[in-house]
């Protein structure tokens, strides 16, 4: 059990990438007051919990409906993640994320800061990925939707710690922080795209 809450929890920390996603929670919120940038905080990480549970217990469902393989997703969920890797490795991701805010919008805490920056693709494919992977053990899933809450927890704590001191996010840090995770990220990535092929071939 402890294996897959450190595997799932680590996955989740990547890809909804709460410490990326801080400096762009203090673009959005710029105007408001701390005590609205807390509550906004609140609503975006509940919104995202939301919609990541709610893949997380009805998306093998889904994707069964979809007539979408379990390697089948399990392959484009890595080649994703990859993707994703690339992007942080060379620090393109974070930019990219700035390119999509909507600063004019009234409602951030469900737009751009529930979805797409918390639960966006990635963290939705890799919740998918990660539940069907785990099996049907109800102990096991519910590891692996403990370290999801937690992750969400955490990303709540983070914005919180920054919406009282902004100064204390320092980009530098983050940059190098992205890029060590990115590696891993990507051979993690390639490990689902393996996965999925053994799956399929065997």
Not at 157 to 167: L, R
């Amino acid at each position: 059990m402890l294996e897959i809450f450190i595997q799932t929890f680590f996955l989740y920390f990547i890809v909804i990438d709460p410490l990326g996603t801080t400096p762009l929670f203090l673009i959005v919120t710029q105007h408001m007051e701390t005590k609205d940038k807390i509550k906004t905080a609140l609503s975006a990480t509940t919104i995202a919990a939301v919609i990541l549970l709610f893949f997380a217990l009805l998306g093998s469902s889904l994707l069964r409906y979809l007539n979408i393989s379990f390697p089948a997703f399990t392959i484009a969920g890595g080649i994703i993640l990859f993707l994703i890797s690339m992007e942080m490795l060379f620090d393109k991701r974070q930019q990219r994320k700035e390119d999509d805010l909507d600063y004019n919008s009234e409602r951030v805490s469900v737009f751009p800061l529930a979805t797409p920056l918390i639960a966006g693709p990635a963290g939705i494919t890799s919740v998918i990925v990660s539940v069907s992977d785990i099996g049907d053990s109800f102990t096991n899933q519910a590891v692996g939707i403990l370290a999801l809450v937690l992750v969400l927890l955490l990303t709540f704590t983070i914005f919180f710690i920054a919406s009282k001191s902004s100064k204390i996010i320092n980009k530098k840090i983050i940059s190098v922080i992205s890029r060590v995770i990115a590696i891993i990220l990507a051979g993690l990535s390639v490990q689902y795209i393996l996965d999925g092929l053994k799956t399929f071939l065997v």
